[in-house]
T-cell receptor
């Protein structure tokens, strides 16, 4: 299909790891992205990965990319209540580099 | 640096009224974007501008016009607002690696 797909909800306990999954559609996407949106705020770029990489780690965040399956995941280690937000996966598409976003995964962190 | 700024933050219009949403970025980016965000629909691209003096339609351009006033500023105009345009509107600009940086949003209600 044409859409970038994500599950809509994820609930975890504080201190656990969170894994948010995404499937994308364009095998020629150069970059893939994760954004975070807190209530009432704009989207904040968390991290991105170049398509020739399998993994990228940045402090508590680990991004895994499986190009064969067009699957992207974001792992948040030691999840905190401040990580509660909506997380969007996005792919760059076309010569203009426009981003196509998934509908977002709402992460709820329970104390 | 302020990044991407948007005005106003909130607006209530009556059906048929017009208004212009303002966006400015101070990152010297060439490309700028307007999105709308609706519950369950994710972000949808309204218009974009790849460079000063050019604009192109995105996924949902009907009912909107844009102006790329200069490199910094990209405005979105609703000529005759309709209740279906009740939404949260985000402006973004594009940096290296096709990353997009978002403003805080304008929450628009059309009665």
């Amino acid at each position: 299909g044409e859409d970038v797909e994500q599950s809509l909800f994820l609930s975890v306990r504080e201190g656990d790891s969170s894994v948010i999954n995404c499937t994308y559609t364009d095998s020629s996407s150069t970059y893939l992205y994760w954004y975070k949106q807190e209530p009432g705020a704009g989207l904040q770029l968390l991290t991105y990965i170049f398509s020739n990489m399998d993994m990228k780690q940045d402090q508590r965040l680990t991004v895994l990319l499986n190009k064969k399956d067009k699957h992207l995941s974001l792992r948040i280690a030691d999840t905190q209540t401040g990580d509660s937000a909506i997380y969007f996966c996005a792919e760059s598409r076309g010569s203009q580099g426009n981003l196509i976003f998934g509908k977002g995964t709402k992460l709820s962190v329970k104390p | 640096n302020a990044g991407v700024t948007q005005t106003p933050k909130f607006q209530v219009l009556k059906t048929g009224q017009s208004m212009t949403l303002q966006c400015a970025q101070d990152m010297n980016h060439n490309s700028m974007y307007w999105y709308r965000q609706d519950p369950g629909m994710g972000l949808r691209l309204i218009y974009y501008s790849a460079s000063e003096g050019t604009t192109d339609k995105g996924e949902v351009p009907n009912g909107y016009n844009v102006s790329r006033l200069n490199k910094r500023e990209f405005s979105l105009r609703l000529e005759s607002a309709a209740p279906s345009q009740t939404s949260v509107y985000f402006c973004a600009s594009r940096g290296a690696a096709d990353t997009q940086y978002f403003g805080p949003g304008t929450r628009l209600t059309v009665l």
